[in-house]
């Protein structure tokens, strides 16, 4: 199963040292036709190394041209449009993050589980609407509690394999091997081990900075989100377990070095990449939470730029963008990003024609909450179609 290979390991000096030359190249006037060069040739579907990505992001080059140039070494490739829809099992959690409404400190927040038999009935209704794609999610616990935790989502996984689901996302935190194991348990295998529906862990390392992440996640021992090691090397475990696509991710503002969470990312989708997964990429920014102040995020023009030289570096990642963002972002990013996702970030929210977004029980604020019909209808109109979005069933 791939056992041998080697986890990813982060080198902050190295990733530090990259951005030094990477400013000085930025500031530097014979360096500026070679940064002109490299952006035309990323274009034409040369990807940029992660020194030269970086170099791109701190230039004086306008964000529209880079953002013109991801637009068309995206429409050289011609993907399909994807697309999912998230679905809370629970809200409840037993890690600290202090940017997430989730929180186990978080009084404001209405804590709400589902049955089994609910999340059976929210599947369906998802089939129903046409959405043949969705992130199963739930709360971070600790060893003693993530039993049941892994029981239920496990349950919730095979029902999508039962009833046709094209793509399944699980977002349950990190794991240890005989727990991935558990998570898969009745779940197809192809000839080779590999699990056979399209599954993928989802793990946001938020940040890649340690000092931020101790910050945000916090440190204690009984905390399941502090190992900032442990979720690190998430992904290489459950590809020795037999998943073969991998969904890592920051949480944009939290760290404001926005050059380091993007040359992080690149270097940890790379070596993904190269062990032989497929990886999505997700990039959301810092949304209001209950019982939470207003987040300081990136501006549009920093996400713009980010989520540009990503789709130019990593051409073979795929890039995830949510309705976290407004409509008008939407429709800025969808010709560079491959993935669309639309739905509520509330407990079993969906009904037959919309969706239920109350922040009292929600992780964070969605923006755009329009049903996912018509949000994903204005872009499969252009393109003819939208991959796990279709015709209602049932």
């Known amino acids: 199963m791939g056992a041998g290979r080697k986890h990813f390991e982060l080198d902050a000096e190295r990733i530090d040292a990259m951005i030094v030359d990477a400013r000085a190249r930025a500031s530097s006037p014979d360096d500026a036709g070679s940064l002109q060069a490299l952006l035309h040739a990323a274009a034409d579907g040369v990807p940029p190394s992660p020194s030269d990505a970086v170099a791109l992001w701190c230039s004086s080059i306008d964000t529209d041209v880079i953002y013109r140039a991801a637009c068309r070494a995206q429409s050289r490739r011609g993907l399909p449009l994807e697309t999912f829809s998230p679905l809370y099992m629970t809200n409840t959690c037993d890690a600290e993050c202090r940017m997430c409404g989730m929180r186990r400190d978080n009084r404001a927040l209405v804590r709400e589980t589902a049955s089994s038999e609910q999340v059976e009935d929210q599947l369906r209704t998802l089939k129903r609407r046409g959405m043949n794609a969705v992130a199963l999610l739930t709360g971070e616990y600790r060893s003693e509690r993530r039993g049941w935790a892994i029981e239920f989502v496990n349950r919730a996984l095979r029902t999508t394999e039962e009833l046709g689901f094209g793509h399944v996302l699980i977002n349950i935190g990190s794991l240890d091997p005989q727990e991935i194991d558990a998570l898969l348990d009745g779940v197809s295998r192809a000839p080779d081990g590999s699990v056979a529906p399209k599954v993928t862990m989802c793990t946001f390392q938020e940040t890649y900075s340690r000092e931020y992440y101790g910050r945000f996640m916090g440190r204690s021992a009984d905390n399941p989100r502090a190992d900032y090691d442990r979720r690190l090397e998430n992904f290489d475990r459950a590809r020795e377990a037999g998943m073969r ?29 190269a062990s032989g997964m497929e990886v999505y990429l997700s990039v959301p920014r810092l949304r209001l939470t209950a019982g939470g102040a207003e987040p300081r995020g990136a501006t549009d023009d920093q996400f713009v730029r980010l989520v540009s030289l990503l789709a130019l570096t990593v051409p073979d990642g795929k890039i995830v963008l949510t309705t976290r963002e407004p409509k008008e972002v939407q429709h800025k990013l969808v010709p560079i990003c491959t993935v669309l996702s639309a739905g509520s970030a509330s407990v079993t929210p969906y009904t037959d024609d919309g969706a239920r977004f109350p922040l009292e029980t929600s992780q964070f604020e969605v923006i755009d909450q329009r049903p996912f019909e018509d949000v994903l209808g204005e872009f499969a109109a252009d393109g003819g179609g939208i991959v796990n979005f279709g015709e209602r069933t049932g």
């Open 245 to 273: 696509i991998a969904n890592p991710g920051i949480l944009i503002g939290l760290n404001p070095d926005l050059a380091f969470e993007l040359t992080a990312l690149i270097l940890h989708t790379q070596h993904l990449l």
